[in-house]
């Protein structure tokens, strides 16, 4: 025990060594790109309060001059860049991405993908995956790169059953996923760390168990920057993903069984003596997470899914001589904001610069009112007053005091501001349609034409959060039957976001197995969610509630031009409908619509009922019809037997008068008599016993007299 604990620390040094060599190259790799983003993402929350959006230098000389700011500049800040990003995230919001489970292998069930849809919903729902999402959008957009992740946690309090969750990585600087990675949602990355930072108070009452600060404080001189990891208020603790890789040996054996060569599987087929006709190396892997300090290890544990469970979500993407360089929507705009906010500040500095207008008139014309005139442009007097005395030369009165031309704001100042705003929808790739402005078009499919023009240059950001969130479905369907692996009764959520329970049992052998009734009818189906193979693809559009609208919107224009369709489809008008009491009045109507327009899921249960009943009442009349054709078919039988037996008693008597007659033969003929007599008797009972002894003939006692007295006579003679 204690050799295996010598080489358990080992291991763990030689992953902690590891992690902080990977940790390092992480942080050179992404250095310039992440200087970059940051900027990027201050820049867009620029504000008048914080001045962001003005370079430094810029401030230095603009502002206060020894304190005094009787000489500053305005530094005006009209931020329009958060509209911009607003216009590619809210239509996110609207058109979400959802991914759908597909079978791909024979043995795959569609009833089972669909259940993996409702608990891929189920599973969003409890997680607030809609928070997840928009946080790493948001980022992706902002500054190029975003993240979420995937946990797995228990039901609750008292249960050993886990539940998958999604959940959000709000900075994503705190990420730093294999620089090496090809796939933009990081499938192929080997390793991932994410860093947070706890108090020295928390960290200690979260892990009393740990080392103490002062030990890896001491350790960290020379150890690879370990000091690093601890600063005057803080402890930076990481979560660090890796895989691990191992070669093993596949084995396919002439069943078609294919199974690694130290399974279980494997083992049991070779002590039936079957042996592989195919081997072939493969390399395994599996996923590996540690929490540590940068130290020692904390926590650690095997991750149940085959990708590491932490989703990138990438605006524009660059790799320039080897180094890779992220960006989102701010990035090019940032001039033309500045040029905007310069020009803006500008027009505001002329105009306040710039003279009032003042009064002009004749020499005279103020004597005795000099003070009112003087302050006319501070003060606001009702009225103003001339000297009337003033005249001509000819004795006229002179014409009254007028203003002169108020200043007007240069032209080239208002050119160059139009131009920075037209840079800033130029840079991002949105223009008046996709802002709401009006333009040339009349139509509305004129409109949408131009509108969609406008989303096809920000179109890659959303196609980029789809296929992270096909990636993040992706995982959960591999985790589910793997967390599921208890025969428990699971919450799915339909497309409509009613919910329903279905029961899970992972020990089954078939996906799906039916349970029903003495009449026919599915009491439950379990499901094995284990088996078969699965995809996800993914699809974009608006929400249920956003079809919902869209479709009553549809069928009243349908139903005000055609009413006879009330009397088809009239429930489902009225279920699309959101005021309290719809759904009861839906089910109302439908009972008034003809059961055969009304298919087998839309019927009410009463109906489905009524149906199944019929159905068996029908069987049972056609067994009745059998019954009652058999039963006649064996009158006429009968019918016929009792006819060839009449027939029969009238040949006996037939042949009795004839042996009455030859009773005077001689008595050297009768042993011939009796011979040709026994002879017909034979043949007669030889035809009888071919045909049904049900019920045979019987003879009266007279009759049987008859016969037998003439054959007796003419024995004796």
């Not at 983003?37 to 914080?50: H, I, R």
């Not at 999604?166 to 933009?184: G, T």
């Not at 223009?431 to 509108?451: P, Q, V």
């Not at 009652?628 to 060839?644: G, R, V």
Request: net charge negative; hydrophobic share 35%.
């Amino acid at each position: 025990m204690a050799e295996y604990d010598e080489q358990s620390e080992d291991k763990d040094k030689d992953t902690l060594s590891i992690m902080r060599k990977r940790l390092q190259s992480a942080i050179a790799a992404y250095s310039d790109s992440r200087e970059d983003e940051l900027d990027d993402l201050k820049f867009k929350a620029g504000s008048p309060d914080n001045n962001w959006q003005w370079p430094a230098d810029v401030l230095a000389t603009r502002g206060s001059v020894q304190g005094q700011t009787i000489n500053a500049r305005p530094c005006l800040t009209i931020n329009k860049l958060p509209q911009h990003v607003l216009q590619v995230t809210n239509d996110q919001r609207q058109n979400r991405p959802a991914g759908k489970v597909i079978p791909v292998d024979d043995k795959a069930d569609i009833e089972v993908a669909k259940i993996f849809d409702g608990i891929v919903r189920h599973i969003e729902y409890i997680s607030d995956a809609d928070v997840a999402y928009d946080t790493a959008c948001d980022n992706q957009v902002t500054y190029g790169e975003g993240y979420f992740r995937i946990l797995t946690d228990y039901v609750d309090e008292k249960s050993f059953d886990q539940d998958i969750r999604i959940a959000r990585i709000r900075n994503s600087f705190s990420v730093y996923m294999d620089p090496l990675m090809q796939d933009p949602c990081g499938a192929d990355a080997e390793w991932c760390i994410i860093e947070t930072e706890l108090s020295k108070e928390e960290y200690e009452n979260t892990y009393p168990d740990a080392s103490p600060i002062s030990t890896i404080q001491a350790q960290g001189v020379g150890d690879e920057s370990l000091a690093a990891w601890i600063n005057a208020e803080t402890v930076r603790i990481a979560e660090y993903f890796y895989v691990e890789h191992e070669s093993k040996t596949l084995n396919s054996y002439p069943d078609g069984t294919v199974a690694l060569s130290d399974s279980p599987e494997a083992n049991q087929l070779k002590q039936y003596g079957l042996k592989p006709n195919k081997t072939r190396k493969v390399d395994v892997k599996k996923i590996c997470w540690v929490k540590t300090n940068g130290y020692e290890i904390l926590e650690k544990s095997d991750w149940a899914g085959k990708w590491i469970p932490v989703i990138r979500v990438v605006g524009n993407e660059f790799e320039v001589e080897g180094r890779l360089y992220l960006s989102g929507l701010v990035r090019n705009a940032k001039d033309a904001q500045r040029m905007y906010n310069y020009w803006v500040s500008q027009e505001a500095e002329m105009l306040a610069l710039a003279p009032k207008a003042p009064f002009v008139g004749y020499s005279g014309q103020f004597e005795g009112y000099e003070q009112q005139w003087k302050r006319a442009n501070v003060d606001n007097y009702p009225y103003l007053e001339v000297n009337a005395d003033a005249t001509d030369g000819m004795g006229s009165p002179l014409p009254l005091p007028q203003r002169a031309m108020p200043p007007q704001a240069s032209s080239g100042v208002l050119q160059a501001k139009a131009g920075a705003a037209d840079d800033i929808k130029s840079a991002t790739g949105q223009y008046d349609a996709s802002l709401g402005m009006a333009g040339n078009e009349k139509s509305g499919k004129a409109i949408l034409a131009r509108e969609r023009q406008s989303d096809i240059g920000t179109y890659h950001y959303v196609d980029n959060l789809a296929r992270a969130v096909r990636h993040c479905t992706r995982q959960i369907v591999d985790l589910i039957p793997k967390i599921y692996d208890t025969q428990r009764v699971a919450r799915i959520i339909g497309m409509d976001g009613e919910t329903e329970q279905v029961e899970v049992n992972p020990n089954q052998d078939q996906p799906v197995n039916t349970i029903k009734d003495e009449n026919g009818a599915v009491i439950k189906k379990i499901y094995n969610l284990g088996i078969g193979t699965y995809d996800v693809c993914v699809t974009t559009g608006p929400s249920y509630m956003t079809k919902r609208q869209e479709s009553l919107e549809a069928m009243a224009q349908l139903l005000q031009g055609n009413p006879q369709l009330w009397a088809v489809a009239g429930d489902l008008f009225i279920k699309n409908m959101d005021w309290p009491g719809a759904d009861e009045m839906a089910e109302r109507f439908r009972k008034t619509i003809d059961p055969k327009l009304l298919s087998d899921d839309d019927a009410a249960p009463e109906v489905v009922a009524l149906k199944q009943q019929l159905e068996q009442m029908s069987q049972e009349l056609d067994q009745t019809h059998e019954m009652l054709k058999q039963a006649d078919q064996s009158i006429e039988a009968k019918e016929m037997q009792n006819k060839h037996y009449e027939t029969d008693i009238k040949a006996y008597q037939a042949e009795t008068q004839r042996l009455s007659m030859l009773a005077s033969f001689q008595a050297d003929q009768a042993p011939n008599i009796k011979q040709e007599v026994l002879a017909a008797m034979q043949e007669l009972l030889a035809g009888k016993s071919t045909m049904e002894q049900e019920e045979p003939v019987q003879l009266e006692q007279g009759e049987q007299e008859q016969i037998q007295q003439p054959i007796n006579q003419g024995a004796i003679q």
